[in-house]
């Protein structure tokens, strides 16, 4: 499969919400109950992504993309959130990380027929690549603790967990989040 990465536009919305739906349905199937992954409405999530993708404060979204142009995974990213202290129910081990410096990856999914592809690697290294060229030196994520794959996934890429944790509810069910780190220029 050939890949080109770009940035997304609200044209893309429908796209990358197809992509955001059935990777979650894929990724969590063992971690979320099958009624609230069925819920998940992509024409919902459409409009919640047009939306953001139109703001004025909008996070950036990559978009890999396959053969004929297909949407098959994305990633977004932003400054970190402001925030005090590490969010409730979290374990606070190694305090909060500095917007100015720091950026989130708040996302990163791909469609269960590209796992194992390399467009993932791929997509991930152009998004950390994109975070270092706009000035931040350490990126972070959240990513579920009973999520295996996923945490296989960045831990190759270089990503290890710094300790923090939260408890949040998903879906109807109480799920530990890890917060993961990587430094962008070493």
Do not use: K
């Amino acid at each position: 499969m050939t890949t080109a990465i770009r940035e997304a536009t609200p044209d893309d919305a429908a796209a990358l919400a197809a992509v955001h739906v059935l990777s979650w349905r894929a990724a969590y199937s063992d971690l979320l109950q099958g009624p609230y992954l069925d819920a998940l409405d992509p024409e919902e999530r459409a409009a919640v992504w047009r939306a953001r993708l139109a703001a004025p404060d909008r996070p950036t979204v990559l978009l890999a993309t396959g053969d004929g142009g297909r949407v098959v995974a994305f990633s977004c990213f932003r400054a970190w959130p402001e925030e005090t202290s590490d969010e409730p129910g979290g374990s606070g081990a190694t305090g909060v990380p500095d917007p100015a410096t720091t950026a989130e990856l708040a996302a990163l999914y791909a469609l269960p027929e590209v796992w194992g592809t390399g467009v993932g690697r791929e997509l991930l290294a152009a998004s950390t690549e994109a975070l270092a060229v706009a000035g931040f030196r350490t990126a972070a994520l959240w990513v579920f603790a009973g999520n295996a794959r996923g945490r296989r996934f960045y831990e190759a890429a270089g990503w290890r967990p710094d300790g923090a944790s939260v408890r949040d509810v998903t879906g109807g069910r109480e799920l530990e989040e890890l917060r993961y780190r990587r430094e962008l220029f070493t």
